[in-house]
């Protein structure tokens, strides 16, 4: 028997999906019925997504200063909390919880106006702007990279670190492998739906310094937009690079898992998946990531030792190559930074968090919930 059901809320991009999916396994597993609100672009996540119904509320950003556009935003947005009212008057969920991203304003504005347990998640170690308009109005925050103890909010906060997916955590499962001098070395490269196209034309582009015998070495897996991704095979086609070139991997985790090395941005997620299965990475913040969030993910592995952070200006094609023939001629390194990742990694995140759903649906404070931790 079910014991009723669970709404998650979530941007439709994989930096708040992810964590969302990985949660909605555990509440599923714990025999809960779970419902996720989400946008159109959540279209080629929504198949791995353990939910029972996904339904798409109209929502908006209200970030013009057009006045006719801003008027349809409002307008939009109000459309979005009257369909979310009548959604959560027909499940009568136990619980709203929102992951980010201006599809999760409606539901859970819906939510705290209707007296609904709620929480949001915050996978950054800056508060976006949606969780930022909903702090103040939900029972408790959990935090991906937020402290607990200060700040605004510091009494409703509580530090889970973000929930990976089952397969991260299987990859987790799978031992770094050192690659010797004359071994092939596994290069993973990603960038998120935003920040790929940097790496499109850099990567390539060290790539091609690179002495011969070093450049034999690699195999390479890489996102690359669809626009861009003729040119980046055809790239390593002339390099003689054994290469594997998409848009979207649904493997990304096992292939992270076989890399000896991973040159990707710093969304939480990424960040979160890396430590998790214990991955050394250069990390390249996306320098236009609202607040600076990623410049921030990025610095707490790296305090740890886990990767090293790299800004986009700062990374030219040659210096890319020398970072990259570094690494592969230094396998020891390469394998005390995977360690270091791993030591930081919250495999028990997604159990965490769940925990915190129950509570709080229940009716507890987040500070009886501390306590029940201590």
């Not at 909390?81 to 599809?103: E, H, Q, S």
């Not at 396998?331 to 709080?360: C, F, H, N, Y």
Request: glycine share 10%; aromatic share 6%.
């Amino acid at each position: 028997m079910s014991k009723g059901i669970i709404l998650l809320a979530a941007g439709g991009t994989g930096g708040h999906l992810f964590p969302a999916e990985a949660l909605a396994h555990e509440l599923k597993a714990s025999g809960y019925d779970v419902h996720l609100v989400t946008d159109s672009r959540a279209e080629r996540f929504a198949g791995r997504f353990p939910a029972d119904e996904i339904h798409i509320v109209p929502s908006a950003t209200i970030g013009s200063k057009n006045p006719i556009k801003l008027a349809r935003s409002v307008w939009k947005l109000w459309t979005g909390l009257r369909a979310a009212r009548r959604l959560i008057t027909r499940l009568k969920p136990k619980a709203v919880i929102g992951f980010g991203g201006y599809p999760t304003v409606p539901p859970l504005l819906a939510a705290t106006g209707m007296g609904v347990p709620s929480i949001i998640h915050e996978q950054n170690a800056v508060m976006g702007r949606a969780n930022k308009m909903l702090a103040s109005r939900v029972q408790a925050i959990a935090g991906g990279f937020l402290p607990e103890g200060t700040g605004v909010f510091a009494t409703k906060t509580v530090t889970t670190g973000n929930p990976v997916r089952p397969p991260v955590l299987e990859a987790a499962g799978v031992p770094y492998a050192d690659s010797m001098r004359d071994a092939p070395f596994h290069l993973v490269v990603f960038g998120g739906s935003q920040g790929a196209q940097y790496f499109s034309q850099a990567m390539p582009q060290a790539i091609c310094r690179l002495g011969d015998a070093t450049r034999q070495r690699l195999r390479v897996t890489q996102q690359a937009r669809p626009e861009d991704r003729e040119g980046v095979i055809a790239t390593y086609d002339k390099l003689g690079v054994p290469a594997e070139v998409s848009p979207f991997f649904n493997d990304m985790a096992a292939r992270i898992a076989a890399a000896q090395l991973v040159v990707c941005r710093s969304g939480a997620s990424t960040v979160s998946e890396l430590a998790v299965i214990g991955r050394p990475a250069i990390l390249v913040p996306y320098p236009y990531a609202l607040d600076h969030d990623q410049a921030a993910n990025a610095a707490a592995l790296a305090a740890k030792g886990g990767a090293r952070v790299i800004a986009q200006a700062e990374l030219s094609a040659e210096r890319l190559a020398g970072i990259l023939a570094d690494a592969m001629n230094n396998p020891q390194s390469l394998a005390q930074m995977a360690a270091s990742a791993r030591e930081t990694g919250k495999p028990d995140a997604a159990r965490l968090l769940a925990s915190l759903v129950e509570a709080i649906a229940s009716g507890l404070t987040v500070e009886k919930f501390k306590e029940t931790r201590s």
